[in-house]
């Protein structure tokens, strides 16, 4: 089985301030690595993924995320938060094969940007 | 292409109602997915369709039933509500492994007094 740990509940930050969101995993198995927003609201939408390839992964709008597979992370980072990325983050995996494709989720990390 | 699409939005219920939860994707799809979210504790999944016909348990099961009513349509049923299932509920589907991504419908509030 697998589980997912994010590190922070909250992180509140100004407006143009870097920021970073922490999840670690543990499995037995290889893992596929994700992080979903939620804004206000909302559904969840997928933010981006790790699958194979280049561990660092990059998203549409400055989000970026680098699997360390000795330190079982996959931390999320962006160099400047604007006021629109408040929301809730998480971050989620799925083994590697396998019949069914299920993902475990962490518990969130709420992302407050104040101006 | 409305996607992921979820029946009602907004639900209250007094304990021992049943009602049923509607989920439809217009994707062609092959996986669906029905989730529970409660403050502090992440998402949670309930149940799942890997395809067509094949319904699994997942981590939270207990007082819910569900129904792969075809390719598009996935249902939640409670037969008899309980408080402690006051939640937002989501639906989600996936095509394949081959993209990984699941898509997930706009939630149903769900109050049970």
């Known amino acids: 089985a697998q589980s997912v740990t994010q590190l922070d509940s909250q992180v509140p930050v100004f407006e143009e301030a870097p920021v970073e969101l922490r999840c670690n995993y543990s499995?037995?198995?290889?893992?596929?690595l994700f992080w979903y927003v939620q804004y206000p609201n909302q559904g969840l939408q997928l933010l981006l993924k790790?699958?194979?390839?280049?561990?660092l992964v990059e998203s549409i709008n400055g989000f970026e995320a680098e699997f360390n597979k000795s330190q079982t992370s996959f931390h999320l980072r962006k160099p400047s938060v604007h006021i629109s990325d408040t929301a809730e983050y998480f971050c989620?995996?799925?083994?590697?094969?396998?019949?069914?494709?299920?993902?475990?989720f962490g518990k969130g990390t709420l992302l407050t940007v104040n101006p | 292409n409305a996607g992921v699409t979820q029946t009602p939005k907004f639900q209250v219920l007094k304990t021992g109602q049943s009602m049923t939860l509607q989920c439809a994707q217009d994707?062609?799809?092959?996986?669906m997915y029905w989730y529970r979210q409660d403050p502090g504790m992440g998402l949670r999944l309930i149940y799942y369709s890997a395809s067509e016909g094949t319904t699994d348990k997942g981590e939270v099961p207990n007082g819910y039933n569900v129904s792969r009513l075809n390719k598009r349509e996935f249902s939640l049923r409670l037969e008899s509500a309980a408080p402690s299932q006051t939640s937002v509920y989501f639906c989600a589907s996936l095509l394949t492994r081959v993209t990984d991504t699941q898509y997930f419908g706009p939630g149903t509030r769900l109050t049970v007094l």
């Open positions: 790790y699958l194979s390839g280049s561990t």
């Open positions: 989620a995996v799925s083994r590697v094969g396998g019949s069914n494709y299920k993902l475990t």
């Open positions: 499995s037995s198995v290889s893992v596929y």
């Open positions: 994707m062609n799809h092959n996986s």
